[in-house]
């Protein structure tokens, strides 16, 4: 494709698009594909059960578009689990999957490891501390899949207000977006810097795609994949939709300072494999977070280190899975 003007105008859609959804079902039907959607969950008992319960009565019960609902948890303690089994989301725990590797932490170690049980031609993974839920969430992201079959992977992106002491501020989420993210695929991969939301937690893929690449642990997993879709399927696999406005869990500004610093360990070893830049020292893999308690300053030192998976296919258990 000649530029990523050129993209954007073709690659780009609204959740309206896509609003039919018995002609959805339809489409599956005809090309026979099942659908699964994936919640990743750590402590999100506020908000789970009614993305859950949205998705279940709507997209299963209502319009049979999705055809297995779970949630991959990493032992959360504050009755997610328990919220989960009553809306009727299958429950897995991401240390309990593919046993033959060293378990990690992390997001991106949950979603990889969900592969290993969900059994649809399409996976869909949709954060699990969304405020604002409606079905766009899910259909919005599955319907690219559904009518084209040259997109290999769509991400959701929307405004992200940002709540601060209750109140919401339009434009103000997605610091590390705007800050570390975006700029970085600006200097190197460019032709990604159409991507409004690269960090977006929700978006579908097909399965042989999301089981051909790496996908690395922690936060890291969003900008992985994408670069890594990109690397193999090109551009014009990949798509965005618009679903309008998320509203979800702000963190501390010391925690995205922690989260960029994961991403950008994921970026750096991409860079590096891909030939873009050659490392002279090796990234360290511990963060030192500024406290300040009483007027006084302090160091933390915060391990933050980010693994990468090697694609789903190469693994034993994974080839072995439902038998
Ligand atoms: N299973 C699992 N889910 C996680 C983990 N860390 C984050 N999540 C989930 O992943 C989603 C995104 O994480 P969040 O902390 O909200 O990141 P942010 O939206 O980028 O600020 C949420 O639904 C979290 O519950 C983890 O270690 N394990
Ligand atoms: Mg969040």
């Not at 593919?98 to 979603?111: D, Q």
């Not at 994921?266 to 009483?294: C, H, M, Q, W």
Request: charged residues 25%; glycine residues 8%.
């Amino acid at each position: 494709m000649a530029n990523i003007d050129d993209w954007f105008a073709k690659r780009t859609y609204r959740h309206h698009d896509f609003a039919d959804i018995e002609r959805l079902v339809e489409l599956k039907r005809e090309r026979g594909l099942t659908v699964s959607v994936c919640l990743p969950t750590l402590n999100t008992a506020d908000t789970v059960g009614p993305i859950l319960r949205t998705f279940r009565t709507e997209l299963v019960e209502r319009f049979p578009l999705i055809d297995q609902l779970a949630v991959i948890d990493s032992h959360s303690t504050d009755g997610t689990i328990e919220i989960c089994e009553a809306e009727g989301g299958q429950v897995f725990f991401d240390d309990e999957l593919a046993p033959e590797v060293e378990p990690a932490t992390g997001k991106g170690e949950a979603l990889w490891k969900s592969l290993f049980v969900l059994e649809g031609d399409i996976i869909c993974w949709v954060d699990s501390d969304i405020e604002n839920i409606h079905p766009r969430f899910a259909y919005g992201l599955i319907g690219p899949l559904l009518t084209d079959p040259d997109i290999a992977y769509v991400k959701a992106f929307y405004e992200r207000p940002i709540k601060s002491e209750g109140v919401l501020h339009p434009g103000g989420g997605g610091r590390v977006t705007e800050l570390t993210v975006r700029p970085i695929l600006n200097l190197f991969y460019p032709d990604l810097a159409g991507f409004i939301q690269p960090l977006s937690g929700e978006y579908a893929g097909r399965r042989e795609v999301l089981q051909s690449v790496p996908f690395f642990t922690g936060y890291g997993v969003e900008t992985g994949l994408l670069l890594d879709i990109y690397g193999r399927y090109g551009l014009d696999s990949l798509a965005q939709v618009d679903l309008e406005v998320r509203i979800h869990h702000n963190q501390p500004l010391p925690s995205l300072s922690k989260m960029s610093f994961g991403i950008m360990q994921a970026v750096f070893s991409r860079l590096e494999s891909d030939g873009k830049l050659a490392l002279n020292a090796e990234p360290r893999t511990v963060y030192n977070t500024i406290e300040r308690t009483d007027g006084d300053y302090a160091i933390r030192q915060v391990p933050v280190s980010v693994v990468e998976r090697p694609p789903a296919l190469t693994m034993s258990s994974y080839e072995k899975r439902g038998e």
